[in-house]
């Protein structure tokens, strides 16, 4: 799947005919997949109680992106806090080729919205596009000159004074595969990117319902660049069962984009088993792995050559069925040869025993 880039620029300044009173204006995605993508336009002043009264925002597209709804003229549209009591209902308007107008009508009893003092935002209006190729890009820019605004008396012009020093550009990662397996009992997650533009990295994400996702880790991106990166996580921490992982990429700007879900199943192990630990010979540590196929509890002791016990690794820990590891250091010990038993007595009544030889070098 491919996160292209419409790109987004907020170019233009802005100046004021009285006291200097400055309007931030940026584009934030929402949603960005790269055909469809969703756009949030935001505002700020850098003066405090400041209130918006009627005022005009108008921006252009360039290239290969078209809005999807098509407004005529005056059509109404969703505006998140200039429409109801204070304003006549927002308005989108295509007034030009290639150009869209965000309307704001105050109504003439009422004083306007609060704006959010720098550096926090207001949400003017999301609206939508789409691209025409998934492989093209497209800009979007305001118009230096036809974005005008008002203050709540309707009297103080605010033009092109700070409209630019905001730039929020979509997720521009291009992400070409995303694939999850399993392997003894874990989760392995691999993706792959051809390209990335300031990627701050991804938030592994997984449910069990494909509905509602919890983040489980993050995996650091290389910020931007032409190179092809591979990208992999190995997730241990779950049970049996079906489960569902996305990818939430995220920019250094808070930008974020979300791949496709994936599913993959783990499976319960049909049978006890105890593997050969690794590494082996080994120093100082090793990984002894087993795996259940019911909840049961669990004893791995250890025995040097006399068949004298030596240390309990794990003394009558409850766990349930899966593939399990555990890690055992043998800084205390001296070289030689051992011996690692597994006991296991299941709830179900099984029970197994296996014994296996693990060698410590020093």
């Not at 419409?6 to 949603?31: D, E, H, T």
């Amino acid at each position: 799947m491919k996160l292209k880039a419409i790109i987004f620029y907020l170019i233009a300044s802005m100046y004021s005919l009285c006291p200097a009173q400055n309007i931030n204006g940026r584009f934030v995605v929402m949603i960005n997949n790269g055909i469809n993508y969703s756009v949030k336009i935001q505002i700020s002043s850098n003066t405090i109680n400041d209130r918006l009264g009627s005022s005009n925002l108008r921006f252009t597209f360039d290239g290969g992106v078209s809005y999807p709804l098509n407004p005529g003229q005056d059509t109404n549209y969703t505006f998140h806090n200039f429409s109801g009591e204070n304003y006549e209902v927002g308005k989108i308007v295509r007034p030009a080729p290639n150009q869209i107008g965000i309307n704001i009508e105050l109504n003439n009893l009422n004083s306007g919205t609060l704006i959010a003092q720098y550096p926090d935002w207001t949400d003017v209006v999301t609206i939508d596009f789409t691209t025409e190729d998934p492989d093209s890009s497209a800009y979007l820019s305001w118009d230096l000159d036809a974005c005008v605004f008002f203050a709540d008396d309707e009297s103080t012009l605010l033009n092109k004074e700070n409209l630019g020093n905001e730039v929020t550009s979509p997720v521009p990662v291009e992400l070409t595969s995303f694939i999850a397996n399993t392997s003894n009992g874990k989760i392995i997650l691999n993706w792959h990117t051809a390209t990335e533009i300031n990627n701050s990295g991804f938030s592994i994400q997984r449910s069990s319902d494909n509905s509602t996702f919890k983040e489980i880790a993050f995996v650091l991106g290389h910020g931007t660049t032409t190179d092809k990166f591979m990208y992999s996580y190995t997730d241990d921490t779950t049970l049996p069962g079906k489960y569902y992982y996305k990818l939430k990429q995220i920019d250094f700007n808070g930008s974020f984009s979300y791949s496709t879900s994936v599913e993959v199943n783990l499976e319960t192990p049909k049978n006890f088993s105890l593997d050969q630990n690794y590494p082996n010979p080994f120093n100082p540590s090793t990984t002894i792995r087993f795996t259940l196929p019911t909840k049961a509890t669990v004893n791995i002791k250890l025995y040097n050559t006399l068949g004298q016990e030596v240390v309990n690794i794990l003394n009558n820990e409850q766990m349930n069925a899966g593939v399990h590891e555990t890690i055992f250091d043998a800084s205390k010990f001296s070289s030689g040869v051992y011996f690692y038993r597994l006991e296991v007595k299941g709830d179900d009544g099984s029970t197994f025993a296996q014994t296996k030889r693990m060698i410590l070098i020093k």
